[in-house]
């Protein structure tokens, strides 16, 4: 019969030899069998002394490497100073880790704009805005707040500049729907005329009208994340030979025994350590 994988069951092959055979006490019959074979998973070949003990240191370190990291989480906070910190000291044996630096501020996303400041006085005429650059941007929308209201209509409009003339040319016209009375308007633009350069026309006929009007650019097309990069190495890291943990960035680290790891950052910063056990 054909031998058996060695992680599985395992059975003799060949016949019983002859001078061996023999007949015990009346009516019972001893057998003996070959001694057990191994065979390679992959080529079912006879496994030789060398070959087998090479399987068997494998599964060893396996089975260690399995009873060492385990499913619970152990978390902590190491603070990294700007000189080399021990993050995780040796052990006896491998272990795994999850490293996170959480320090991440995103920027960018929403920016407002002073377009004309609290307690502007707009005189009864065309007042135009100084030019927003809305390059990296997808949409706007303006809010006005009006606390001295004028006699005659006020009109805003929404321009987009022509890149090569430089001329301004109105893409949406009386954005605030007419609104003179005090008080706080809302005007969503969208993305129509949130080209490269932007500005707001404010017409007012009749009277003066005293207001302010902010943009509130969105979505950003190009976000930034930035926080304190941390550098991991041994006891003598340094920003220019370090690995970067940027913020917000995660590694998973598998140490053998008697490998401890240091950090160091430009600024004291603090990261999550959860040590698999």
């Given at each position: 019969m054909p031998g058996k994988y060695l992680d599985g069951e395992l059975i003799y092959q060949g016949s019983v030899p002859s001078d061996i055979e023999q007949t015990g006490i009346l009516g019972r019959t001893t057998e003996y069998y070959d001694p057990y074979d191994a065979r390679s998973r992959e080529t079912n070949e006879l496994l030789g002394n060398r070959e087998l003990l090479s399987y068997l240191l494998k599964n060893s370190n396996i089975d260690i490497l399995l009873r060492t990291i385990g499913n619970a989480f152990f978390p902590r906070t190491v603070t990294i100073l700007t000189t080399p910190t021990a993050i995780i000291d040796p052990n006896r044996s491998p272990r795994g880790y999850i490293l996170i630096n959480p320090n991440t501020t995103v920027s960018g996303v929403v920016t407002t704009v002073t377009v004309f400041p609290a307690g502007t006085v707009?005189?009864?005429?065309?007042?135009?805005?100084?030019?927003?650059?809305?390059?990296?941007?997808?949409?706007?929308?303006?809010?006005?707040?009006?606390?001295?209201?004028?006699?005659?209509?006020?009109?805003?409009?929404?321009?987009?500049?022509?890149?090569?003339?430089?001329?301004?040319?109105t893409v949406q016209s009386d954005i605030f729907a007419g609104a003179s009375a005090v008080g706080t308007y809302h005007a969503p633009v969208g993305g129509i005329g949130i080209d490269q350069n932007a500005r707001l026309l404010v017409t007012v006929a009749g009277d003066t009208m005293t207001a302010s009007?902010?943009?509130?650019?969105?979505?950003?097309?190009?976000?930034?994340?930035?926080?304190?990069?941390?550098?991991?190495?041994?006891?003598?890291?340094?920003?220019?030979?370090?690995?970067?943990?940027?913020?917000?960035?995660?590694?998973?680290?598998?140490?053998?025994?008697?490998?401890?790891?240091?950090?160091?950052?430009?600024?004291?910063?603090?990261?999550?350590?959860?040590?698999?056990?």
């Open positions: 707009f005189a009864v005429a065309a007042t135009p805005s100084a030019a927003i650059n809305v390059s990296a941007h997808g949409g706007a929308t303006f809010t006005m707040d009006v606390t001295e209201a004028s006699a005659g209509p006020v009109t805003v409009d929404l321009q987009s500049q022509d890149p090569i003339s430089g001329n301004w040319v009007i902010a943009a509130m650019l969105k979505p950003q097309l190009a976000g930034t994340v930035a926080g304190p990069t941390v550098f991991l190495g041994n006891a003598d890291v340094n920003a220019t030979i370090g690995y970067p943990l940027l913020g917000g960035q995660k590694e998973v680290f598998y140490l053998k025994e008697n490998t401890p790891l240091f950090g160091v950052a430009v600024a004291s910063t603090e990261v999550r350590l959860f040590e698999l056990q």
